[in-house]
């Protein structure tokens, strides 16, 4: 059964910018793009490699090592490095806390 965790409130993560989080057992990255929060596990789905060691241009996230490319609002790949897409955590804001589907 899933559940709801609280990782962060809205001011830590700036505006488009990556933080990655610890919660329970997962390494989640979040990604603002423009004021909307994005959550994703943090590895490449290429070759396990950590995302945050990418850039975010827009909405395009690139992976440092082999640049994989992936579209955040989605979690889509684009290009021809993988066809896998990224994992995807559910998010929701309440006042200004950050909580995370686990």
Known sequence: MSKYVKMAETHE??????????V???EILVVNVEGELYAF??????????????????????CGFHYAKFDVTSGKSLGSVTDKPLKKFKIKIQ????????
């Open 41 to 62: 596990e943090n590895r490449c789905p290429h070759m396990g490699y950590p995302l945050y060691f990418g850039r975010l241009e827009g909405k395009v996230l690139t």
């Open 13 to 22: 993560i700036p505006k488009n910018k990556m933080k990655v989080f610890k």
């Open 95 to 102: 006042n200004s806390l950050v909580q995370v589907e686990l």
């Open 24 to 26: 329970e057992d997962h």
